[in-house]
């Protein structure tokens, strides 16, 4: 393999409306999909893959060595300076303004009822939230009213808005992940993750939207709608957290709860201003998570500061029985997070890599590199190799696991999915289990390349996406669209934090000429999310922050 920049932008037709439709017939038709596969699997690099000679030994799931089972330490110090610009109200104003009555949970709750109304009532509607059942949410309201009446709220979330998005189970709703035919019950059970949350007093105000299954970077969903960005609603939001990026950054709740796979959380945090972050692989339950990708899926916090993701961090992080994966980590801890005097923090930048990007987003990215460079952190030149056989055994395990994951409905359901996601899945018919194999072969090396970078440096940075959020076209809707040199720039940067198992924060840097938002991405080592965390709340200090076009203020 080699040692070099091997990332390279791709030129691909563009597909919607009609003639996806039939490109989609096409590829499913066993007389004449041999050659449209084909040509597919060699511009995916799926061929290249296959005729790499690798004596590794696979490595099928990035269970990462813990450091230390020492006590951690969640809890946060006292606020300080505020973010610059524009803010919408954080998890500790909603606790400030409860305590000192100035509002309430139940008015509250009926604010961001009407407000989730009025979002879905616009032309064009935001689709961020695609379930909401006012009764639950009332009912919790009361009960969070009452706590405070009596002295006894169940901490700093207790009445504040979050929404969860609609790939993890929530009593009373059914989890459909982005699809028509899925969730035709209620779940039974709360994911762990909102169990947490629910205990800690959260407001769960309902069910986010989604790209659909996941499967895709967009966030159009054929059977939900186009969740649609708060800082222009003719762009798209990211995915495939693409509802819970869209609630946070319109101001219906200052934290939601998302899914990363391939960037799932980060993606749409850059694209629509936020602060995003995966954990280490199995620093957060995946229990009540639709099984998509078992040895990449993350669950995290996106929010609109990096306290209020440290905050829903702190909460949902550590062991949990029902996800055994999770037992063997060391404690979580958000130590460090408000020293804005960053001596002594490394930061590495393999140039070729981060400057793959528009020239929008080089810019902010830099801006921001030398404004945490003037907080004392040192910048260091760094070479990660083989980056383009990690992209491709990326697309190969992540596809193959949903395969496999979605394989009892193939029969009854294959035409039930949109188009986009057809065509991805009748590429993946494709894949064998050596390429399974050959992609997890290229998941050991590309441990061991970061693990050794990160020798040298404390976090990797880059930008988040290589563009910032695309337009939606019009042909797009409502069908979707197959766009297949668009993606691969959004997804540059974000898939090796799944494949490797590493730790990956998108902070706000800025925003492009035309006002969209620009996200830095950080990795980190292995459990340090809180050096990540301290990064982005170093950041806050230095960049100015926008209103959205579409804003929803609660109080």
Known sequence: MTTTYDLKSVKLPRLAGSGLRVFVGLLENPLTRGPLVAKLLKDGGIIALRELQIDDPPTFAPFLAAASFAPGNLTLPPRGEKQKGFAFATVEDYAEAYRCNATNPEQIAERVLQAIDESNARSPALRAIIACQRDDVLAQARA?????????????????????????????????????????APAREDSTVVARMRAAG????????????????????????????????????????SGPAAAVAAGLCPVAIGADGGGSIRIPSAFCGLVGIKATYTRVSEFGAAPLTWSMGHLGPLAWTARDAALAYAVLAGPDPKDPNTLRQPAPTLEGFDHLDLSGVTLGVFTPWFEHASPAMVEKCKELLKGLEGMGARVREIEIPELEPARVAHVVTIVSEMMAALQRYAAEHSKDYGLDVRANLALAREFTSRDYIQAQRVRTRTIAHFNRALEQVDAIVTPTTGCTAPPIPPDALPDGESDLTTLT??????TLGNLTGLPAISIPAGYDPQGLPVGLQAIGRAWQEHLLLRLANAAEQLVERRAPQVKYNLF
Not at 155 to 182: C, H, N, Q, S, W
Not at 210 to 217: K, L, N
Not at 489 to 494: D, I, L, N, Q, S
């Open 144 to 184: 969070s009213a009452r706590r405070f009446r009596e002295g006894k709220p169940l901490g700093i979330f207790d009445g504040v808005p979050v929404a969860i998005k609609d790939e993890v189970d929530m009593v009373p709703y059914p989890t459909t992940v982005g699809t028509r035919f899925l969730g035709s």
């Open 489 to 494: 720039e959004v997804m540059r940067f974000a």
């Open 202 to 241: 959260a407001l769960l105000i309902g069910k986010a939207n989604m790209h659909e299954i996941g499967i895709g970077v967009t966030g159009l969903n054929p059977h939900h709608g186009a969740a649609r960005n708060p800082y222009n609603v003719n762009h798209y939001t990211g995915g495939s957290s």
